[in-house]
């Protein structure tokens, strides 16, 4: 049903929920937001905050008890109190029973191979030092990837360990999965949708390219440049994915596009994700309004592509910290195509997400050169 009166609570209040509060103001919707301080991104912009802790299961009960519609901008949330609101009858987007799965990244692993969707190969370990031993008796062997099972986001909790001397510096604490490093010829990343009377919508698939250190995202290009084959089986798998999870939504699917032509699921986000900002400006509909058509229940907007685009994520600059400056904004600005989105964090450090810039062109080849200049250019410092 479509209504400007029911209210719609947001657990999070970062750039995520910032930009889902502001894709909800054309319809008048009421947004409430759940966070620590009404200084973050979302603080400003949505209809109504309440200070407290999206960890906490009275908090989180709390601002339940008078909203119509629930859902995250985070995965890390106390999902007891989301479970005790939707037995009080609420509506709960994502299903805490599918988060309950999602944020924890073994679990996840598991119900990918029970649900017959693929995946690299892995094992669950009780800590680091079991996988330690598993490695020295040449169960596994190196390179592998390291992830923390819970807690991990924005390239924390993940670690590639090549050599043995990665096993001093790298190894991270905790319980834990190893993954087989992937034959990787592409990353990619699709963003589908699906409401309660189950129609899904998938949009175009989106290359990525990380940095090297701090393991973030630093571009993307859409469309991914990968054959009409490969897009199509992505769209279908991450159609699978949402429906094997029950998600009402987005469903952002992370995936390995192999050498050897297979797709493999890495993990997935049930909420508006990086790999989707692009859609802003880009697409007929934002991955923002998508999820709010989604969670209300509305039909789906179209996913096409207007024109092709490249989203570069704004880091801060290493060897900066502090109050945030922005350099060679106007100079970016002055060019067709290019979007600048701030998210309004009033301190920078190095590869903080502090915005994002998304250049649109009528080629991918426009917009590449349009981005170098970006690259060069907007400098995140204090």
């Not at 905050?49 to 890390?76: C, M, Q, R, S």
């Not at 949009?203 to 290009?221: G, K, S």
């Not at 199509?232 to 987005?250: K, M, N, P, S």
């Amino acid at each position: 049903m479509f209504s400007t009166t029911q209210k719609i609570g947001i657990l999070g209040g970062g750039q995520l929920g910032k930009m889902l509060c502001l894709a909800a103001a054309p319809w008048d919707f009421k947004t409430c937001v759940l966070d620590t301080s009404a200084d973050f991104p979302a603080g400003p912009v949505c209809s109504e905050f309440t200070p407290g802790d999206f960890k906490n299961y009275d908090d989180v009960l709390a601002f339940g008890a008078d909203k119509d519609v629930l859902t995250i901008e985070i995965e890390h949330v106390n999902t007891e109190a989301l479970h005790e609101l939707k037995r009080q009858g609420k509506i709960v987007h994502p299903a805490p029973e599918a988060l309950d799965i999602i944020k924890d990244k073994g679990l996840q692993k598991e119900f990918y191979r029970q649900h017959d969707i693929p995946t690299a190969p892995f094992e669950l370990f009780a800590d680091e030092q079991a996988l330690l031993d598993a490695i020295q008796s040449g169960r596994w062997a190196l390179p592998l990837v390291q992830k923390t099972r819970t807690a991990g986001y924005d390239g924390r909790g993940v670690a590639i360990l090549r050599s043995p001397a990665d096993l001093d510096t790298k190894l991270l604490k905790g319980p834990c999965l190893a993954e087989q490093l992937a034959p990787v010829r592409t990353e990619i990343a699709v963003i589908a949708a699906r409401n309660a009377a189950d129609q899904v919508a998938v949009f175009p698939a989106v290359e990525m390219d990380f940095h090297p250190e701090a393991n973030l995202v630093e571009q993307l290009v859409c469309p991914a440049r990968i054959s009409p084959l490969a897009e199509a089986a992505a769209e279908a798998l991450a159609e699978q994915v949402i429906r094997a999870f029950d998600v009402c939504g987005l469903l952002a699917v992370e995936m390995f596009l192999c050498i050897d032509g297979q797709l493999w699921v890495n993990e997935v986000a049930p909420r508006p994700h990086n790999s989707g900002h692009h859609t802003i400006d880009s697409a007929v509909t934002s991955q923002y309004q998508q999820h709010l058509r989604a969670i209300c229940n509305l039909p789906l907007g179209d996913t096409a592509q207007v024109q092709p685009a490249i989203m570069l994520n704004l880091l801060g600059d290493e060897g900066f910290k502090g109050p945030v400056r922005y350099e060679g904004v106007a100079e970016c600005l002055a060019l067709s195509g290019v979007h600048v989105h701030l998210y309004g964090k009033a301190m920078t450090a190095p590869f903080r997400k502090m915005g994002h810039v998304t250049i649109t062109a009528d080629t991918l080849e426009a917009a590449f050169e349009k981005a170098d200049f970006v690259k060069k250019t907007l400098r995140v410092r204090s």
